[in-house]
């Protein structure tokens, strides 16, 4: 992301001097007098994405500093904390959807087994929550907990409605914005906190946090449908085989006739159970024909919209500009 | 335990009522808005234990009170925190061995897969932090996080060690420390930090709590060789077909004459691999045969008089004597 978006130039320096702060703080919380622990941490760290939640404190705590750059060492913790937690979850998302392929790496759960791949996942949880009870303000590590409360009832719920072919869109986005945007708007919420704003500047940046983190999921479901492998950095066509319902099928199964979408209902059904090439491609082209693809875009591109409306509470500075293009950069992907 | 031991009446009853509070606080924290997550959070709560852990809290912290038996909320705070971070181990490590018995119900995993036992734990564990943060004295939530940072540290080092026919007693005790003891030590030494008590009365504890949590241990595993699947209430024989070696093993392993222990790592390897009833009941016929589980027994009873002498730092009261109780009833297994 940051190679790509016009950033100014003395923010991006910035940008990168705290990215490699928040690093050093990473691997040195992580560190374990133990040798088989510190492989295991070293394979994870070797899978690390594009560090879309710790960007989202480090610079939605730029653009609410007084001076609209300066952070605090509470920042870089926090920054830290998140990516932390957001790694976690990845590593129990392998156990969770049995993925045998993520960033082009071999996951640690294909390589040690699941029980290794649930208490190294564990090992981080409990790392991220040590490293976020030494702000000296508790109330940061109560939000991030009860944070990561919601975002594991978006993962039981979207559990709960494996196989549901009834999914609506309601329950969809109640799905999504637990397990994915509750996480994204408390990064940016709390990076305001820490600045001591107040509750309007809070509640402004938790709602560009919430709206990008669902339209980024929306954008994430599409690419698993109709990405390829390579282009994605990880496996595609796991939510059709998991038999889980994403946008654009919920708009195809409530809008397109009865009796196609019986039919539709019945080809999910087999991929679920076959997970079969020339199936996933029919299913993906009958969406992209039928405009269902297209919808999903417009609703995760309408979400940035009012993402980038949000920060309007915000005063004028380098640092807006980026979260604004951060955004942007949302729905081309390059996060 | 409550039944059995030989408390005093006033003791026992102040107990109780200590005990339906934190069952109050352990239902009202993992309440959801969501009705597919309290379902599964009730199937949990259906396979509580003893609750040596909150009881060790609860117990410490009226031993080490002014008066011997007055405790604040944050002891009840902390007694549900730390039953709520077992409990979630508990749920991970049906994941981690297997296990299809665990206190004669059926697990999580077994039911329900092992992907939502995995959110389950993390739900767990995020509502133990979350829970954790209330407290008002944050290094409470940091030291508890430590802690679970070591419990982790000790199940990645006991995973790395599996088929390690050459484990010795060194290492088998860096395991059950870590990933047992640490737990109970910081149960006991946080009540009595919980009471502004000393680094004295705080390190004493901690050592009652950690030699009660090795003992623990040690008993744990040679029921998992000896005991019967109905009287210890959950899967039995589970270390040997994991290729786990406990305190008896490594003993006969170290002790037995050259010949003999290549025989003994041949039928270990093999009830790795088959699982067979008839070789089990052999290992532990040669184990007991040659003392080493009488030699494990005893090394327990050893450190449980440890963890009793250092309750001599506290002035003498019904909770004290109870602690020292509590620590005699490990050895005959009420807990």
Chains 1, 2 share one sequence.
């Not at 923010?11 to 490699?20: A, G, H, N, P």
């Not at 590593?91 to 294909?110: C, M, P, Q, Y």
């Not at 990008?212 to 690419?223: K, P, S, Y």
Request: with cysteine.
């Amino acid at each position: 992301m940051l190679l790509v978006a016009p950033v100014d130039q003395a923010v991006r320096q910035q940008l990168t001097d705290e990215l490699s702060r928040v690093e050093s703080l990473f691997v040195q919380e992580l560190h374990s007098p133990l040798a088989c622990v510190n492989r295991l941490v070293a394979h994870v760290e070797r899978y690390r994405g594009k560090r879309l939640r710790p960007l989202l404190v480090l610079v939605a705590g730029m653009a609410s500093s007084r001076d609209g750059a300066t952070l605090t060492q509470a920042h870089r913790i926090l920054a830290t904390v998140v990516e932390m937690v957001h790694m976690a979850t990845l590593v129990h998302d392998d156990i969770l959807d049995e993925a045998d392929v993520r960033r082009g790496g071999a996951t640690v759960n294909s390589l040690r087994g699941n029980e290794t791949a649930v208490m190294l996942g564990d090992y981080m949880i409990s790392h991220a929550y040590h490293l976020c009870s030494s702000i000296d303000d508790q109330t940061i590590a109560r939000t991030v907990a009860n944070t990561t409360n919601v975002v594991c009832e978006g993962e039981l719920l979207q559990l709960a409605n494996r196989e549901n072919w009834e999914l609506d869109e309601d329950v969809y986005f109640q799905i999504i914005d637990r397990k994915t945007a509750s996480l994204c708007g408390t990064c940016c919420k709390l990076a305001a906190q820490l600045n001591d704003q107040g509750d309007d500047v809070q509640q402004a940046l938790d709602q560009y946090g919430r709206n990008l983190g669902v339209a980024f999921q929306i954008i994430d479901d599409i690419l698993d449908l109709t990405g390829d492998e390579n282009t994605v950095g990880k496996s595609t066509g796991r939510d059709l085989t998991k038999g889980k319902l994403t946008l654009p099928l919920i708009h195809y199964r409530t809008h397109a006739p009865a009796t196609q979408c019986m039919a539709f209902i019945e080809m999910l059904k087999q991929q679920a159970n076959d997970n079969d090439d020339a199936i996933g491609n029919q299913i993906q082209k009958l969406l992209t024909d039928f405009g269902s693809v297209q919808f999903a875009s417009l609703r995760a591109a309408e979400l940035i919209m009012q993402a980038q409306q949000a920060l309007l509470v915000l005063p004028e500075s380098p640092a807006r500009k980026l979260l604004h293009e951060m955004a942007q950069a949302v729905l081309t992907r390059q996060f």
